[in-house]
């Protein structure tokens, strides 16, 4: 119907790739009665990839502007790791590409006019109200009442894309995903109670007392096309530790103790090790150096 239709002929597109994961492949068969389109378009240079039909990479071909989600992430999607197979595609296409980071709501995440958390604040007051967000759901969640815990969170899809398999240390969590994931994290709950809280659901209101409760918040993608997550943590004032990948590496600045400059706390490599050392450093910022923190 679409290509009978002669007003969208000469029409220029833009696509907008959120994340390369995600392809929309199915045999040339399903595609073909899905679309309407003949046996015209399904060759390699088109929309056929290793024998099926591909959505996405078709998507990439016709159309005239690609776009992407931030500029770390169209520079990576250029490379075999990060190209989920359509990396040749990316750099054939390089031309066409651009990035454009992402951005949230400032109505919506807002710590000063937030209905869903305790106490509202905002640059000014957050060193007196902030903490009493971090005693409620200190309260609510069943953990030890202890302001000067420094407190860590995460709000996630469970998913090996969001380095999960590096986290075994002590936190806060609310996502769904993988099993395994959601079981560890019960495991660490359950062991830990006082210091862990797992919140194996999602909950648009519990996420966003964890924003403004946690004194920092933890990203350590294995890729991230943009993120929001640490987009919100920046606008409640909690301190994003995050792995330098796609839009993280685009968003949060590392901090750097000579010149006073930074927003987060970022590591380079997808590593276990070197993320413990990126949260042991915050920590000592955290409790060595609270005016640098919370400036």
């Not at 995600?22 to 015209?40: A, M, N």
């Not at 395994?180 to 919140?199: L, P």
């Not at 890729?223 to 590496?249: D, N, W």
């Not at 990126?278 to 923190?293: G, Q, T």
Request: glycine share 8%; hydrophobic share 35%; net charge neutral.
């Amino acid at each position: 119907s679409f290509q009978q239709n002669q007003f969208f002929w000469g029409i220029k597109t833009i696509m907008t790739i959120h994340n390369l994961k995600f392809q929309g492949v199915y045999d040339v068969k399903t595609i073909k009665e899905l679309t309407g389109l003949s046996d015209y378009y399904f060759t390699p240079d088109k929309l056929e990839a290793y024998k099926d039909g591909n959505m996405l990479k078709g998507g990439i071909v016709y159309a005239d502007a690609i776009t992407t989600v931030s500029n770390t992430y169209a520079e990576e999607i250029k490379t075999p790791f990060y190209g989920e197979g359509l990396d040749g595609l990316m750099r054939a296409r390089s031309n066409s590409l651009r990035g454009i980071l992402n951005g949230i709501d400032y109505d919506e995440f807002n710590p000063e006019t937030d209905k869903r958390i305790v106490q509202n604040y905002n640059a000014k007051t957050f060193r007196k109200e902030k903490s009493k967000n971090k005693k409620a759901l200190q309260a609510e969640l069943g953990l030890a009442q202890d302001e000067k815990k420094f407190m860590i969170g995460i709000v996630s899809r469970l998913t090996d894309q969001k380095g999960l398999d590096l986290v075994q240390s002590v936190l806060v969590v609310l996502g769904t995903g993988d099993e395994r994931y959601e079981n560890m994290f019960r495991h660490y709950d359950w062991k830990y109670n006082d210091r862990v809280s797992a919140n194996i659901y999602y909950s648009e209101d519990m996420s966003h007392k964890v924003y403004a409760a946690c004194d920092a918040f933890l990203m350590p993608s294995l890729f991230e096309p943009c993120g929001l997550s640490q987009l919100m943590a920046l606008h409640y004032g909690t301190v994003p530790i995050v792995r330098e990948t796609g839009g993280l590496k685009d968003t949060v600045w590392p901090y750097n103790e000579y010149d006073g400059t930074g927003t987060g706390f970022s590591f380079a490599n997808y590593n276990a090790h070197e993320m413990l050392d990126c949260i042991r450093y915050a920590k000592y910022i955290y409790y060595n150096k609270k005016r640098e923190w919370n400036k």
